[in-house]
């Protein structure tokens, strides 16, 4: 079966394995070799093999990695960067002019807010923070003719709030503007915004696609042609590309997704049990929780409920931070979506930059990427770190 074929008529963990790439036809070899080379040999001038000629403008073990996220994705094109943060800057550069404007989450991810707040602004693009799990709020906050971009997080970071994707995907297109989905925390086995009517779907690669917090990446996936072309030349005229090693890394991650996502869930839902009815624990914040206001939406649009949980504690501040340092198999440390479980007090670490904005976290709350360890041992730690 071809790669094509795969896309359309495999299931997903089908495609995680073959979609991007076919054994390779010199060698037969059945993983994509990591080609570290930055040029090509050309058969006469502009004889080009396969495309190939500069590794910035393309390299095979990019390529096959590109072609997996878009199949896993649901898309048509995929790109790979060096960060999430690299291709979040590469889109929002292709797609927006100066004198334009983009409504962002109200607790984007911190590194998101810094980018449009200290960067993008500085350029000429202004931003609006709304609260995403509202619809009218977004629409409230959209400016006629100039808004070209609605920014989506869904589970948010650290606060797991909930975005209605195909309800926001309505309002961003009747203002002709563009949705984007940055999918980060739901990864595409969870969530696939594209066939809820996204127009890009935005990733830190370095979290769940890779899942093995041994590589920081990104990338970008679309379904429309016309925004692939300019991602495409953005991509290669900003330069900010994944390498052929750090591709390899993301796109063997892939593979695993399913199963790693799935114990991740597995995971969560007992830590979760165990947070609601430890005494300290003031509030246990998680999507899969029925009290959660964005339990519905989630429910209809995201397979499972995430391997990210956040709880709030009742001693405040210090007692969090307490928690946070005294905890042995939870690693205190940013990122998330590893195959270790990790613990962090946002306020601190991951938001300080949000701090004194419209966007700071409770400092009594705490985040937890919970890993794949066995969920007993997991929870034997949290009860330690609280006594
Ligand atoms: C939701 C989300 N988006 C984007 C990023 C940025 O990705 P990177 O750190 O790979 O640049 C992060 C990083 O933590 C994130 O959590």
Known sequence: M??????????????????????????????PPIYATSTYKQDGVGGLRGGYEYSRSANPTRTAFEGAIAALEEGER??????????????IRALCRPGQHAVIPDDAYGGTYRLFDKVERVWGLAHTPAALSDPDAVRAA??????????????????????DIEALAAVAHEAGALLVVDNTFASPYLQQPLTLGADVVVHSTTKYIGGHSDVVGGALVVRD????????FHQNSMGAVAGPFDSFLAHRGLKTLALRMDRHCDNAERIVAFLQAHPEVS????????EHPGHAVAARQMRRFGGMVSFRVAGGE???????????????????????????????????????????????????SVGIEDAEHLNADLDRAHG
Request: hydrophobic share 40%.
């Open 142 to 163: 959209i400016r006629p003719g100039e808004t070209k971009l609605v920014w989506v997080e869904t589970p948010t970071n650290p606060l797991l709030n909930i975005a």
């Open 318 to 368: 210090q007692a969090a931070l307490e928690a946070c340092r005294r905890t042995e198999v939870f690693t205190l440390g940013e990122s998330l979506g590893g195959v270790e479980s990790l613990i962090e007090h946002p306020g601190r670490m991951t938001h300080a930059s949000v701090s004194g904005t419209e966007l700071e976290v409770p400092e009594d709350l705490i985040r937890l």
């Open 78 to 91: 995929g790109f790979a960067f060096a960060s999430g943060l690299a291709a979040e800057d590469t889109l």
């Open 2 to 31: 071809s790669t094509q074929e795969h896309r359309s008529k495999s299931g997903f963990e089908t495609r995680a394995i073959h979609a991007g790439y076919e054994p390779d036809p010199t060698t037969g070899a059945v993983i």
């Open 225 to 232: 042609l016309d925004l692939a072309e300019q991602i495409a």
């Open 283 to 290: 509030q246990v914040i998680y999507p899969g929780l029925p």
